[in-house]
């Protein structure tokens, strides 16, 4: 066991653990009992019982090695459970019938997620899962979360918490929604996938297209998440980014003729891209126009400006642009102009005007305001900001007013509209650029 006292304490470990990892987790144990509900049961499980070991036996070496084999054991004692409480009912319904009693079947043959159809074994299996079987187990997942019987909302809002490990509180962010409602949908989505038995599997071919859109959503929001996190300590979270971006290629794989998974994956390569240069030595957030573009990933742009050129190949002439394809073809523009002077301002605002119609979304409209302040002036800009409506708990909405009114000379103004950006939940680097005194 570590016990080195510069080391992140156990419970600070196990957080970072179950975000990064646990999806991991829950992944390949689903892949070995069969069944979602069982596995994320198991795993909350091996989640408290290292919130209960760790502070007195301190981190295990390899943590997510022994989360998953705590969760695998934790899963057999379930079964081993439910087998030995079926088969007492099923001995007292015998002994009913013999002595003329006659009782109602179980009411757990209909609603009981732990039913008799969970297989009775459980492989040993080692406690590292190869990558390519985890790759497979993670589609699987993503599949699961996203299937038709379940509400679109409800379809990305189980996948965010499962596969993404994202809290209720990020995915009401990130949907717009609150963490109650969140809860409430994840609640009752769980209990539609235990009285439907959705099946934990990759569909078919002919099954793709009634889960394709709540997929590709789902890895965007992870992807947006993972990129620019909407709370917390970090702007950027790694390890988010980096599940986003597995998930994205794994999807342009399947489907390599579909225009959503190619400029989804070019999106996520030029949006990383840019990671080594997203925040100076303190931490705090490097606007676009002070970064150092020697420093960006020059082989991740070349290879996300050919996947935008692919989809732009594959996309139906006269047809409204993929929604992907044209935030891609934003980032292309971006990264492509060898310094920000020479950033193709009119591409962009042309690229968020045909965004805006298959995504007419305020925070869209934000960006494209924020384009166009780029190429007409603070004046345009914050005209066009103040016009988008909706936007009141968004703190980038009021974060942008105070840049462009501090552009225009208007200091006070400026000042209370960054006090309300600040007032608002945001990752702590980004408090720190609004109030670097802070």
């Known amino acids: 066991m570590s016990h080195d006292a510069a080391a992140p304490g156990p419970e600070e470990t196990l957080v970072a653990l179950v975000r990064d990892a646990g999806r991991d987790v829950l992944a390949s144990l689903a892949r070995e009992v069969g069944d979602l ?10 989640v408290l019982r290292a919130l209960d070991r760790w502070p007195v036996d301190g981190v295990p070496d390899r943590p997510a090695a022994w989360l998953r084999v705590v969760a695998r054991n934790r899963a057999r004692d379930l079964v081993r459970a439910e087998s030995r409480r079926e088969a007492r009912e099923e001995r007292a319904h015998r002994e009913d019938l013999v002595t003329g009693r006659h009782s109602a079947a179980p009411a757990h043959d209909q609603e009981d997620p732990m039913s008799s159809s969970y297989p009775g074994h459980f492989p040993e299996g080692p406690d590292e899962i190869p990558p390519e079987v985890l790759h497979d187990d993670l589609l699987r997942l993503l599949f699961t979360c996203c299937h038709p019987s379940l509400a679109p909302a409800s379809q990305v809002a189980l996948a965010l918490r499962t596969l993404c490990g994202l809290s209720e509180e990020e995915i009401a962010r990130a949907l717009l929604s609150t963490p109650d409602a969140v809860a409430k949908r994840l609640v009752r989505t769980r209990q539609k996938i235990r009285a439907a038995g959705i099946p934990y599997k990759v569909p078919s071919e002919a099954e793709l297209p009634q889960r394709w859109a709540a997929v590709l959503t789902t890895v965007y929001l992870l992807l947006n998440e993972g990129y620019s996190a909407t709370a917390g ?18 999807l342009h794989a399947l489907r390599p003729d579909d225009v959503g998974a190619c400029a989804l994956l070019a999106l996520g390569l030029l949006q990383d891209s840019r990671r080594a240069e997203r925040l100076d030595d303190d931490g705090v957030p490097k606007l676009l126009a002070d970064q150092d573009r020697s420093r960006w990933d020059r082989a991740a742009i070349r290879a996300g400006s050919e996947l935008v050129t692919a989809g732009l190949r594959l996309s139906t002439a006269g047809a409204p642009v993929d929604r992907y394809l044209a935030q891609a073809a934003i980032a292309a523009c971006h990264a492509l ?24 979304s305020p925070v869209v409209a934000l960006n494209r305001a924020v384009a166009l302040a780029e190429r007409d002036g603070a004046e345009a800009g914050l005209t066009a900001v103040l016009a988008v409506p909706g936007l ?47």
């Open 337 to 360: 102009a060898p310094d920000y002077a020479a950033t193709d301002w009119d591409a962009i605002v042309s690229w968020y005007d045909a965004l805006l119609v298959t995504d007419p």
């Open 233 to 250: 300590p970090d702007l950027v979270r790694p390890a988010l980014l980096e599940q986003a971006l597995r998930l994205a290629g794994l």
């Open 392 to 438: 009141e708990r968004y703190p980038l909405w009021h974060a942008t007013q105070a840049v462009l009114l501090r552009r225009l000379g208007r200091e006070e103004e400026a000042a209370r509209a960054d006090a309300r950006a600040a007032a608002l939940p945001l990752p702590e680097p980004t408090r720190r650029l609004l109030d670097p005194a802070g």
């Open 37 to 46: 509900a069982l596995a994320e049961d198991a795993v909350q499980d091996a």
